[in-house]
Nanobody, 119 residues
């Protein structure tokens, strides 16, 4: 059973940067498509970015394209989200998720890490 744990969230001023990490235990992530999601208060959860099993394929939500970068290190069983030029509207709980299957099902989820961007 794969377990995911996010870290790296916190409070940052607008224009600042944060790097989120998602570490896996209980199994290897090398065969999983992975993604970052976020959910702000009163809003639906949205997919921020996703990455293929080797890291060569990535996709981003329009709202973060050019500012966020998703990556993974399969040797460390860890995924990352580098967030630059942060805006107050990026404030949310960020979750990592993993899917072993295609179409993606995201059957594994972390507990989330809070990111707060002050204006």
């Amino acid at each position: 059973q794969v377990q995911l744990a996010e870290s790296g969230g916190g409070l940052v001023q607008a224009g600042g940067s944060l790097r989120l990490s998602c570490a896996a235990s209980g199994g290897t992530l090398s065969r999983h498509i992975m993604a970052w999601f976020r959910q702000a208060p009163g809003k639906e959860r949205e997919r921020v970015a996703s990455i293929g099993t080797t890291g060569s394929s990535t996709s981003y939500a329009d709202s973060v394209t050019g500012r966020f970068a998703i990556s993974r290190d399969n040797t460390k069983n860890t995924m990352y989200l580098q967030m630059n030029s942060l805006k107050p509207e990026d404030t949310a709980v960020y979750y990592c998720a993993a899917s072993r299957f295609i179409p993606v099902q995201y059957e594994y989820w972390g507990q989330g890490t809070q990111v707060t961007v002050s204006s």
